[in-house]
């Protein structure tokens, strides 16, 4: 087997080199222990739960699927496999787990079943319940553990006794508790109900899709299967309606009042009443309510408003202990820190997301004059910088423990270490496999808008001899490449490896570099992204002679395969040749709150999708096209890629389709089918590269 070929497959198996990192780190408050999910192994996708000592650093296995399920399969529910996709999961085993607060009573579900597990004895239970279990939660006293089955939300005591429904759904359109497929694929909200702080009443989400379109998508490679009905809010469409109710756990129920197209955000903590963050259907406000949770009126603590959009940032709104509001606000030109109505953060700081809110100050990560390096910072007094290493780094928090989780371009998989008071105590270990191959990244800043990019070259290359160019962005709005973290450039050096100069550049719209620069894209993905991979691609090869611009192509994937599809289209004076990987095509068939925010309602700006859509384009393609796309897709659905291959074959224009049976919005993960899928691809470039050369 080559070292290319044993690279690919080990990627796959690995899940690019993840499986065995520590993760959903929770430390107990009184300092002894610390629990967290990870696999055995940097091969084995199935994870344990595990307990970590604080004091003498030993590790121990609390929860282990092999011998809970007596090594028989998993069996996952529709809700459940729904739940992994909108988080792009291919883990398996106990994916997922929750806590009360002192980080004793665990509760994961483990093939549709509810387990417990005591932290402190290490005593795993099943307890019986109704099935399938989706998202099981202790109550913050650990009493009780509430779960939804059946699109129900149902109680159960964690001795195992009085499991009953609290809220029943009137028919299937109708559940309870669940995050609807927006407020999980495009919001980050993956749940749909949220406990009081003493555990005696929840707030609940109920949700309504009656109103919303059905898609049918099929598998062809099975004719005999029944197409799988898809509610799917496509931009202009109706969404599915979301209601709350503050619900006791003795029964007694109260309807909150509000207004707003989307729930993004919920809070409730001893800092104050439950928090919500609420959306019209626009986006261009974000009104923060209070929750009176007696009699569900709300009254509003705070709105933020923007001509374009208004960011959803992770865990904002938020009460500190004492009663101040915590939430990120847009001055001067910046993503800030704001508490109580004071400006915490410098206008030098994009802050990402709030990790923590102490008592005495806040945790949260934020980027500075570097946009690929993400660090964590504490605001008290004074704003200080946690993480001290070039990277990408996250972090959670109880009392004065900070577990911090590093990735670095110098060194491969990620580092954990727990720090106390600021002085590292201990670690949490990663099994992670290390990458057979290292990245060999040149870092550039590039043109008259110092786009972020990243240029590798094959390894052992010898300035002198030219190169074809692969371009391997994303390219589009919430993702960036462009990362201080080896794990981020692995495929790109391997591509290098075959013969290519690739470039990897982070245009306007993509994160960590302010409000302006990511509404450059307002009414307008096309013209502006394109615009700066074409920019990239020439100030580049400026620097770097090496790069043939006589031969370029472009690869991408979901955004990345529309920028890539977009560029043969309409730059074949640049681009020759492209990959499209699940590519939006038209965007009328892609969701409302992605959409909608950056192009606005299609009956209110139809020229806008006419223009940023790629069908209208098909009989100018001059350049060879290929188009994959997985069949099972529910998110950019296959209707994208056949829609635009009609497109060509009505103009007459040769392209080449790839359809994969099976396959959602995940690239292929069966090692060896991931293996031929990237052979594929980079066979077909250099023979369609090869041809224009001559």
């Not at 001893?270 to 009126?297: F, K, T, Y």
Request: proline content about 7%; aromatic content about 6%.
């Amino acid at each position: 087997m080559t070292r290319e070929t044993s690279f690919l497959q080990q990627q796959a198996k690995t899940q690019r080199f993840t499986l065995g990192t520590p993760k959903e780190i929770r430390i107990a408050p009184d300092g002894t222990r610390a629990v967290f999910l990870r696999s055995v192994s940097g091969e084995d996708p199935r994870h344990l739960l595990w307990r970590l000592d604080l004091a003498t650093g030993e590790e121990t296995v609390l929860a282990d699927p092999a011998r809970l399920l007596a090594d028989g399969d998993e069996e996952l529910s529709d809700e459940e496999r729904a739940r992994r996709e909108r988080s792009r999961l291919q883990a398996s085993g106990i994916v997922g787990d929750a806590s009360d607060d002192e980080v004793r009573v665990v509760a994961f579900a483990l093939s549709g079943k509810l387990y417990v597990t005591d932290a402190v004895t290490g005593d795993t239970r099943l307890i019986e319940t109704a099935t399938p279990v989706v998202d099981p939660r202790p109550d913050p006293t650990g009493r009780r553990i509430a779960y939804v089955a059946n699109n129900a939300l149902r109680l159960v005591n964690v001795d195992g006794s009085g499991d009953h429904a609290l809220a029943e759904p009137e028919d299937a359109e109708h559940a309870y508790g669940l995050a609807e497929f927006i407020a999980a694929e495009e919001m980050s909200r993956s749940r749909g109900y949220w406990w009081s702080p003493d555990g005696e009443r929840l707030l609940v989400s109920h949700t309504d899709r009656t109103d919303v379109q059905r898609w049918h998508i099929s598998d062809p490679a099975n004719p005999g299967a029944a197409p799988k009905t898809v509610h799917y809010p496509a931009a202009g469409t109706n969404n599915v309606k979301v209601g709350l109710f503050v619900m006791g756990v003795d029964g007694s129920r109260v309807p909150v009042s509000f207004e707003g197209e989307y729930l993004a955000t919920v809070h409730w903590s001893v800092g104050g009443p439950p928090l919500l963050g609420v959306e019209p259907r626009d986006q261009r406000s974000m009104r923060i309510l209070a929750v009176n949770p007696d009699d569900g009126s709300t009254k509003l603590v705070h709105e933020e408003t923007d001509e374009h959009w208004v960011d959803i940032i992770t865990g904002v709104p938020a009460w500190t202990p004492d009663g101040r509001l915590v939430r990120v606000g847009m001055s001067e030109g910046a993503y800030r820190l704001v508490v109580d109505d004071k400006e915490i953060t410098p206008p030098s700081l994009q802050v990402r997301s709030v990790l923590h809110v102490g008592a005495e100050d806040v945790l949260f990560t934020a980027s500075a004059e570097d946009p690929t390096q993400v660090h964590v910072y504490r605001a008290g007094a004074e704003v200080s910088q946690v993480s001290t290493v070039d990277g990408v780094h996250s972090a959670t928090r109880t009392g004065d423990i900070i577990a911090l989780t590093t990735w670095r371009l110098s060194v491969a998989g990620p580092q954990v270490s727990v720090l106390r008071a600021g002085e590292r105590i201990g670690e949490i270990r990663s099994f992670a496999v290390t990458p057979p191959l290292e990245p060999q990244v040149i870092n550039l800043t590039l043109g008259e808008r110092g786009l972020r990019a990243a240029l590798l070259l094959p390894t052992g290359h010898q300035a002198g001899t030219k190169l074809p160019v692969l371009l391997d962005p994303y390219g589009g709005p919430h993702a960036q490449r462009v990362l201080a973290s080896r794990n981020a450039y692995l495929t790109s050096q391997w591509l290098a490896d075959q013969g290519f100069a690739v470039l990897v550049t982070d245009g306007r719209g993509t994160p960590g570099r302010g409000p302006e620069w990511e509404r450059a894209i307002a009414f307008d993905f096309a013209d502006v992204t394109l615009i700066d991979q074409v920019d990239a691609l020439h100030a580049a090869a400026r620097q770097y002679p090496d790069l043939d611009l006589s031969r370029v192509a472009i690869r991408g994937w979901s955004y990345g395969g529309y920028l890539s599809a977009l560029a043969v289209l309409r730059r074949p004076d640049v681009f020759h040749a492209a990959i499209a990987g699940a590519p939006v095509t038209d965007w009328r068939l892609y969701d409302t709150h992605y959409t909608e925010r950056y192009l606005g309602h299609p009956e209110t700006h139809p020229e806008v999708y006419e223009r940023n859509s790629l069908p209208v384009d098909a009989p100018n393609l001059e350049r060879p096209l290929m188009i994959i796309h997985g069949l099972a897709d529910d998110n950019v659905v296959v209707a994208h890629s056949l829609r635009l291959s009609s497109a060509l074959v009505a103009a007459g224009v040769p392209h080449t389709l790839l359809p994969l049976p099976g396959v959602t919005h995940m690239t292929p993960q069966d090692a060896k089918t991931a293996e031929n899928f990237l052979l594929l691809q980079t066979s077909w470039l250099h023979d369609v590269l090869g041809r224009v050369a001559l």
